[in-house]
T-cell receptor, first 112, second 112 residues
């Protein structure tokens, strides 16, 4: 079940903050976040696990509301390098490890 | 370490032709996956594998076959190419458990 991301696109000035949301209709075990620059492969940002454990970047924060099957990625004091498309990937409770469903992405553009 | 490698980088096929996209990783990862990426659709899982000899279908498996005879290699076969299979294909690998996925550089496939 593909998770839903919002917003579809965000335009920021350097130094501004952004929040990207990811929600699923299924009970989730984990949420993964990736960033993709144009013409490149997705790059891992972080994983949020059921129970509160996080793995990944220390400079990027995220939350995972297990009861609502929602996750949010917080980008504070944005830099030009933050530009790209952000994807969340979710693993449903009961589904096989390694089986991720990705959202359609949120395109973030940071202007100087 | 080379990480995840994919060949070829670009490929043009005619409708009805068959071909194999190659994927290899040198990190001794148990899990490997194939995704396709189309504009506005995010990453969609085609097939995945949790170890040598074990594969399973993802969201969009029709028209594709996989096998995994070794830990390192996970080729994707297009049996009879169709224009709807025009896409960018990414291979990814990860350690067993809930860990980050490492993506290959991608193969851009055009079917005429």
């Amino acid at each position: 079940q593909q998770p839903v991301q919002s917003p579809q696109a965000v335009i920021l000035r350097e130094g501004e903050d952004a929040v990207i949301n990811c929600s699923s209709s299924k009970a989730l075990y984990s949420v993964h976040w990736y960033r993709q620059k144009h013409g490149e492969a997705p790059v891992f940002l972080m994983i949020l696990l059921k129970g509160g454990e996080q793995k990944g970047h220390e400079k990027i924060s995220a939350s995972f509301n297990e009861k609502k099957q929602q996750s949010s990625l917080y980008l504070t004091a944005s830099q030009l390098s933050y530009s790209g498309t952000y994807f969340c990937g979710t693993r449903d409770r009961g589904s096989t490890l390694g089986r991720l469903y990705f959202g359609r992405g949120t395109q973030l553009t940071v202007w100087p | 370490n080379a990480g995840v490698t994919q060949t070829p980088k670009f490929q043009v096929l005619k409708t009805g032709q068959s071909m194999t996209l190659q994927c290899a990783q040198d990190m001794n990862h148990e899990y490997m996956s194939w995704y396709r990426q189309d504009p506005g659709m995010g990453l969609r899982l085609i097939h995945y594998s949790v170890g040598a000899g074990i594969t399973d279908q993802g969201e969009v498996p029709n028209g594709y076959n996989v096998s995994r005879s070794t830990t390192e290699d996970f080729p994707l076969r297009l049996l009879s190419a169709a224009p709807s299979q025009t896409s960018v294909y990414f291979c990814a690998s990860t350690l067993a458990g809930e860990n980050e996925q490492f993506f290959g550089p991608g193969t851009r496939l055009t079917v005429l």
